[in-house]
């Protein structure tokens, strides 16, 4: 039997037609909330297909499900792919989903081609990778390596429920947190597929991404608390109105965010809360939340101080008082050159190739805690992600594939040796 991975497309788009069913149908887009009757479902469609692969399937401490295929060498730490089914809200159809499809299709393949791996593989989806109601993102994978503090578990979302209820109720297990944490050397390798998400891939007429690097992520929220009094009544120099004073703030991101650094920035204000929100009512008061990303912490550093110091220009010039604090945060990650290349010469069987870092974040940002992290990006058309135009070509998507099973054949031998 060849060792090489066949072009499976009607499976793979029957996967990910048969996935973007199980939705939120009230929700814009393709709509998939962790913790929610929907993630549910779609867990127990993955449980079935990791089931009828073969696949040993449980749910860790952390809630994400986990499918085992036994390598011929149990003393070698496994490779692991895993992605994300959870989506944004009015999101699309390909954003992790592809990640997980993919290594359920390559388990396919490996049974159908009788292909034994030295090393055990693990196929995992991983719990709310987006940013979720509790304020923090990638929850199953902080979970998984031991980067989920007890501050975290205790964080509640709208309706008061805790995080730790939250994993409970995706079947997770907060009091083994601890005790099935990874630690360095437990799984060999971690690989992922998902898509580009922005335009370059497509921009440069390329097929597949070797990702060399994962932007680190700072969240943080900010509260500005004027007077609310009434809009007719209250001469312009008479009020402390929290709204202008919470724009200047958002110009002052996107201003910082515009300036020079080693490598790119950006800076995104994409919640804001105005209250009471009348429309005959000046603001008392405004939350917002800014998220600012790059593969350099120090540009981060830098952004968050510019910040600190706009705030205070602008407490003393509107007498308002603001108040901004860290609601997460996730390290960059630069891939290995070794691992680098091998992804690369896998990709390169298969299509035009080329090496850019990620502007999104990934569950990989926490497995690179314990082990080495590789990445396949495949084309997001026009660019677009995030909402219900996010496409690829089902050809596209099985190219992804194709290169990943290639990586984990030559990366199942290099690293048995
Ligand atoms: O927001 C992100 O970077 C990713 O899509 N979760
Ligand atoms: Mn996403
Ligand atoms: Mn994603």
């Known amino acids: 039997m060849t060792k090489t991975f066949e072009k499976n497309e009607k499976r793979i788009e029957q996967d990910i037609i048969a996935l973007s069913a199980i939705i939120d149908s009230v929700a814009p887009g393709y709509t998939r909330r962790p913790f929610t009757k929907w993630h549910l479902e779609s867990r127990e469609w993955l449980i079935r297909e990791m089931k009828n692969c073969g696949l040993d399937v449980r749910i860790d401490a952390a809630s994400n499900l986990i499918g085992k295929r036994q390598g011929v060498n149990p ?22 989903i592809i990640g997980v499809l993919a290594g359920i299709e390559i388990v396919r393949q490996l049974n159908e081609k009788k292909i034994e791996l030295a090393h055990s593989l693990l196929i995992v989806d991983f719990t709310a990778e987006e940013a979720s109601e509790f304020g923090i993102s990638t929850i199953g994978s902080r979970g998984m390596v031991g980067n989920l503090t007890e501050a975290d578990l205790g964080r509640t979302n709208a309706e008061g429920l805790p995080l730790r209820n939250a994993l409970k109720v995706a079947g997770g297990r907060p009091d083994d947190l601890e005790t099935e944490a990874l630690k360095v050397g437990d799984i060999s390798l971690y690989l992922e597929l998902h898509i580009e998400q922005g335009p370059v891939l497509e921009q440069t007429q390329h097929e597949l991404g070797v990702v060399t690097g994962i932007v680190g992520i700072q969240r943080h929220k900010v509260v500005v608390e004027g007077q609310a009094n009434h809009a007719g009544t209250t001469p312009m120099h008479m009020r402390f109105d929290a709204l202008p004073a919470a724009s200047e ?53 830098q952004m968050v101080e510019y910040m600190k110091n706009k705030i205070a220009h602008v407490e003393t010039s509107r007498k308002v008082s603001i108040t901004m604090n860290q609601l997460s945060h996730s390290d960059a990650i630069i891939v290995s ?81």
């Open 75 to 96: 003393e070698l730490p496994p490779i692991m792919i895993g992605s994300h089914t959870d989506s944004v809200v009015g999101g699309g159809r390909f954003d992790g």
């Open 249 to 301: 703030l958002v110009l002052a991101l996107e201003e910082v965010a515009n300036k020079t650094y080693t490598e790119q920035v950006v800076g995104t204000v994409g919640r804001m809360f105005v209250e009471p929100n009348g429309a005959n009512v000046i603001p008392g008061r405004v939350v917002f939340d800014f998220e600012i990303r790059s593969l350099d912490p120090h540009a981060l550093d």
């Open 337 to 417: 050159e070794d691992v680098v290349q091998g992804v690369e010469k896998s990709c390169q069987r298969f299509g035009t190739t080329l090496r850019l870092p990620s502007g999104a974040g990934h569950d990989g940002n926490q497995l690179a805690k314990v082990a080495p992290v590789g990445m396949i990006f495949v084309p997001s058309k026009n660019g677009k992600s995030h909402c219900p135009e996010e496409w690829t070509d089902y050809a596209e998507v099985v190219k992804g594939i194709q290169a990943l099973g290639t990586a984990l054949l030559s990366f199942d031998k290099a690293l048995s040796v």
